[in-house]
């Protein structure tokens, strides 16, 4: 659906984006982070193809947003970061002239209809945009991306600002619409990211950090695999039992937590899974589990540390040759 390839732009002798490839499946909604200034919104700016790229191309379906300008942009629903409302219009206006601006085919009030209908702003249609609340005002905005029925919806931080209540409603318009549509979601809330999207791409000064699936990533880029386990039971027995399991490379107890409740410390393969192994083990062996948790990194370690000065020196020094492993430990094994 999405092809960015080798894109780099410049302004002046500041290097904004620097040789960013990714594709984006049709049907998926990705998580583009990054901290501020690192590129994110003039990449989507990029491909929505409201900036040129100084090299490199963005194809859309095919298209190539230089070639094709406006075939790329009836495919795309884009809401930058402040939303491009009108604010002395209602909302059926405003929905009315977008729909005349993006000069689109379709049954007007049947659409405009269709599109209040899935983002809910059906009580506030003929109400002043400036009137709404931030809320709704956001609503607003997804429904003008949404006018022409594009494929693609790129959103940048929909949710700044809102209270908890709404980033949730948002959140859940996001889910329903990743439904019919590839998304590209931005944002700082890292919970929001990996609560609705699939995939995860961290750009940081301009260069690509990390792309990954958002359920594996954060193990993919550990180095150290680890499973902390409580559990009640004889701390030796427990020890050389669990040792015994496959792919378990070291077990270490780290003590008496509670009475007669040891900590064990598992620590496994990095491509295999031995929680229903030990599960089995500690049943079979009438050993109560108190708890187990993974070691591996959260979402918002992984963002921490790819994005600290340090990781973004070492990615320009040894750029392409180090790999996502490497980056994430700040180079130290060099």
Not at 85 to 91: A, E, G, I, K, S
Not at 299 to 307: G, P
């Amino acid at each position: 659906m999405i092809e960015v390839r080798n894109l780099t732009k410049r302004y002046g002798t500041n290097l904004a984006v620097d040789r960013v490839s990714f594709t984006v499946e049709e049907g998926t909604i990705v998580g583009f982070l990054g901290p501020n200034g690192a590129g994110k919104s003039t990449t989507m700016n990029i491909i929505t193809g409201y900036l040129s790229a100084t090299s490199g191309e963005v194809l859309v379906s095919g298209k190539n947003t230089l070639d094709e300008p406006l075939e790329v942009k009836k495919l795309i629903g884009y809401l930058p970061e402040q939303p491009p409302l009108y604010m002395d219009m209602t909302v059926k206006e405003y929905l009315n002239f977008m729909y005349d601006l993006k000069k689109v085919k379709l049954p007007r009030e049947k659409h405009l209809q269709e599109i209040c209908q899935l983002v809910r702003i059906e009580e506030v249609y003929n109400r002043l945009v400036g009137n709404l609340s931030k809320g709704y005002k956001q609503r607003v905005g997804i429904a003008q991306a949404l006018v022409g029925n594009p494929p693609v919806l790129i959103l940048d931080e929909p949710t700044v600002g809102l209270d908890p209540k709404q980033i949730i409603e948002i959140r859940d318009l996001i889910k329903r619409l990743g439904k019919n549509h590839t998304v590209i979601l931005s944002s700082h809330i890292l919970p929001e990211v990996q609560a609705v999207c699939e995939r995860i791409i961290v750009i940081n000064n301009g260069r690509l950090v990390a792309d990954g699936a958002t359920d594996t990533l954060s193990h993919d880029l550990s180095k150290d695999h680890r499973l902390l386990l409580r559990a009640e039971g004889p701390e030796r027995e427990m020890v050389h039992a669990i040792r015994a399991l496959p792919r378990v490379q070291e077990v270490i107890s780290l003590g008496e937590k509670e009475p007669g409740v040891f900590e064990i410390s598992i620590e496994t393969d990095p491509n295999s899974d031995p929680r229903r192994d030990l599960f089995a083990l500690m049943t079979r062996r009438g050993w109560p589990m108190m708890a187990l948790k993974s070691m591996d990194l959260t979402l918002e370690d992984l963002f921490l540390q790819l994005t600290t000065s340090d990781n973004a020196a070492v990615a320009e020094e040894y750029g392409d040759e180090m790999d996502h492993a490497e980056l994430l430990q700040g180079g130290k094994d060099r």
